[in-house]
């Protein structure tokens, strides 16, 4: 019996591997950091073959440390830093440029050249259930094109592929024969109609994409193919392919319509599943494809939501403020006082994300009296967090009149006590979180294992999830409105239009 699956998290500054047991649980974890390129201001870059590198060594160290070989391991699953950009050469496997990541803005302005029209952005919205930005692949792609010496020739002739992270890992892993992403991945691109489930025309010709370019775009939980790269023997299964926050959702056992997990990290990110309603946002949010156990006979989906500022914010506290030496003095200092005295903190220091969408819109602290000090303002910081999230939350449940039934959350500040029973008590949400916080390796985990049978069925793995930690909301009301009116108050001062 092989015993453990193989987890590869690929994310923005790190590749990881994690070997996880039938009890799902993490029995150990390698890690290497890769480089971030900054060529110019406002782009980030990484180098593919680093990313591979770097995958490879750490799934040959969990093998090393554990005494295994990969004739010991039943299955990999693949997650990823979403619409990280790629294009290689077909029959070589080199990539004609670094890759374009997530973060990189160097495509704003042709968004604003193709985008323009309001006809245009709401068909690509309709189409995608994403909003125009350079955030996602597809202007990515067409700038390697037009950028790259030669690099458009070559795609049109046949001789350039275009993947994602994880579709670039699952080429590679397989030694070139098996070109596929999955469907979470693909809804991320910009270049996929999440309704038909197929790459559409009309967004290829928009973008100049080559459809000859593009992987084969298959579920998340399935054989992708076997690895054949000199640096993994043993034919392992590739049968999880997730983007990070698809899979997070999937690791924290949201597998009915109402579900939701927020991952507190720099920013953060909401996703509630919505089943089988792909639903269009009045609120700011976007529509995306979630992961699905196999055998499901329908696609689901997810509303999402972003805030810039979260563990950034904790940041700016210690190292511009110098008001905290580490982030973990934070939740000791915002106790030490019964309240805020009244200050709130809009942290728009990049301008306020969902539902308002201001992007000229500053940072703000409102309320200073000569009575508040440094822990009225750290208390705010972390009101603010939750205010923010009341927001998302709120959004959601307008939007597809789905209730939230239960909000599972992850991330550095998800271990914040005062933070999440504040959360609670806005949202009227029970909060959980789980003793296992690496629900995004554990998500591609469970994907991989339930299409090879090592576990049997979602409810064998919701079985297994241990909470480490619960919150009820019990604000009184009249209190919990106050303490809203005076955020709503704030937004409104700060918004720009």
């Not at 160290?61 to 990280?84: A, C, F, K, M």
């Not at 690496?438 to 049978?453: D, I, K, P, V």
Request: glycine fraction near 10%; hydrophobic fraction near 40%.
């Amino acid at each position: 019996m092989r015993e453990h699956i193989v987890a590869f998290d690929q994310g923005t500054t790190s590749s990881r591997t994690l070997l996880i047991n039938r009890q799902g649980q993490v029995v150990d974890v390698a890690q290497r950091p890769i480089e971030q390129h900054f060529p110019e201001p406002g782009w980030v870059e990484h180098d593919p073959q680093e990313i591979l590198a770097t995958q490879l060594s750490t799934f040959t160290d969990v093998l090393v440390r554990n005494g295994l070989n990969p004739h010991d391991i039943d299955s990999i699953g693949i997650t990823n830093q979403r619409e990280t950009t790629v294009v290689w050469d077909r029959h070589t496997g080199d990539p004609v440029c670094n890759a374009i990541v997530w973060q990189c803005r160097r495509t704003t302005p042709i968004i604003d050249e193709l985008c323009a029209s309001p006809e245009v952005r709401e068909r690509i919205t309709a189409t995608t259930g994403l909003v125009p930005d350079a955030y996602f692949s597809a202007s990515k792609v067409k700038w390697i094109l037009d950028n790259v010496p030669g690099a458009r020739e070559r795609a049109e002739a046949g001789d350039l592929l275009f993947g994602t992270i994880d579709c670039w890992l699952v080429w590679n892993l397989t030694n070139g024969a098996v070109h596929a992403t999955d469907v979470t991945n693909a809804s991320r691109t910009m270049l996929f109609d999440i309704h038909e489930c197929r790459w559409d025309p009309w967004l290829l010709e928009l973008f100049g994409v080559p459809e000859s370019m593009l992987p084969e775009v298959r579920p998340s939980s399935g054989l992708f193919g076997t690895t054949a790269h000199p640096g993994i023997a043993g034919n392992i299964p590739i049968c999880g392919v997730a983007g990070d926050q698809q899979a997070a959702l999937f690791g924290q056992c949201c597998f009915n319509p109402g579900e939701a997990k927020n991952t507190y990290g720099t920013g953060c990110f909401l996703l509630m599943n919505t089943g089988e309603k792909a639903v269009r946002s009045k609120n700011g949010l976007v529509t995306t494809i979630a992961a699905s156990a196999p055998g499901t006979d329908h696609v689901e989906y997810a509303l999402e939501g972003s805030v810039f500022m979260a563990g950034a914010l904790i940041q700016w506290l210690q190292e511009e403020l110098g008001i905290i030496e580490s982030a973990s003095e934070v939740e000791a200092l915002a106790t030490s006082v019964e309240d805020t005295a009244g200050v709130y903190v809009v942290p728009a220091f990049t301008g306020l994300g969902a539902p308002y969408w201001d992007a000229e819109a500053r940072g703000a602290i409102y309320g200073l009296t000569r009575g508040a000090g440094k822990a009225h303002i750290a208390r705010a910081c972390l009101d603010a967090l939750a205010y923010q999230m009341n927001d998302l939350i709120d959004g959601m449940v307008d939007d597809s009149g789905i209730p939230m039934t239960r909000l599972a959350v992850d991330g550095g500040a998800s271990r914040n006590g005062y933070l999440m029973q504040f959360q609670a008590g806005l949202s009227r949400l029970q909060i959980v979180r789980p003793k296992n916080t690496e629900t995004t390796a554990m998500g591609a985990a469970y994907l991989s294992g339930l299409s090879t049978g090592f576990w049997k069925d979602v409810a064998e793995i919701s079985a297994m999830r241990e909470i480490a930690a619960s919150f009820t909301g019990n604000m009184p009301d009249a209190e919990r409105e106050t303490y809203l009116k005076g955020w709503r108050d704030c937004i409104r001062r700060t918004r720009t239009s």
